[in-house]
């Protein structure tokens, strides 16, 4: 059964950039579709990225050109690299999957069913 485990968030001043992670186990990711999504408190969970198991690549379009995702299928690890960071990117940080049958592919896979525990970004002076 896919397990994920997100890192690499903290605290970043403004204009400052991180590189999250999503470890998986328990199965090996390559044959998934692997999201990244953040929520602010109070507010709903929102997808900013996603690369399919061919490694196509799509991104929130508020976001384009600040992130950067990523697979290395032999860590079993997709990276998020985000730039120029912001206040407003402060948020908990998910990678995602959905292990059912389109779960390849980041147009045609559904709601994701398996979560990593979240990894938390603060943006700050």
């Known amino acids: 059964q896919l397990q994920l485990v997100e890192s690499g968030g903290g605290l970043v001043p403004p204009g400052g950039s991180l590189r999250l992670s999503c470890v998986a186990s328990?199965?090996?990711?390559?044959?998934?579709?692997i999201g990244w999504f953040r929520q602010v408190p109070g507010k709903v969970r929102e997808g900013i990225s996603c690369?399919?198991?061919?490694?196509?690549?799509a991104y929130h379009d508020d976001l384009k050109g600040r992130l950067t995702i990523s697979r290395d299928n032999a860590k079993n690890t997709v990276y998020l690299e985000m730039r120029s960071l912001n206040p407003e990117d402060t948020a908990v940080y998910y990678c995602?999957?959905?292990?059912?049958?389109?779960?390849?592919?980041?147009?045609?896979?559904?709601?994701?069913?398996?979560w990593g525990q979240g990894t938390l970004v603060t943006v700050s002076l």
């Open positions: 328990g199965s090996s990711l390559a044959a998934y579709a």
């Open positions: 690369i399919s198991s061919d490694g196509s690549t």
């Open positions: 995602a999957a959905d292990t059912g049958p389109n779960g390849g592919d980041c147009e045609q896979q559904g709601h994701p069913d398996t």
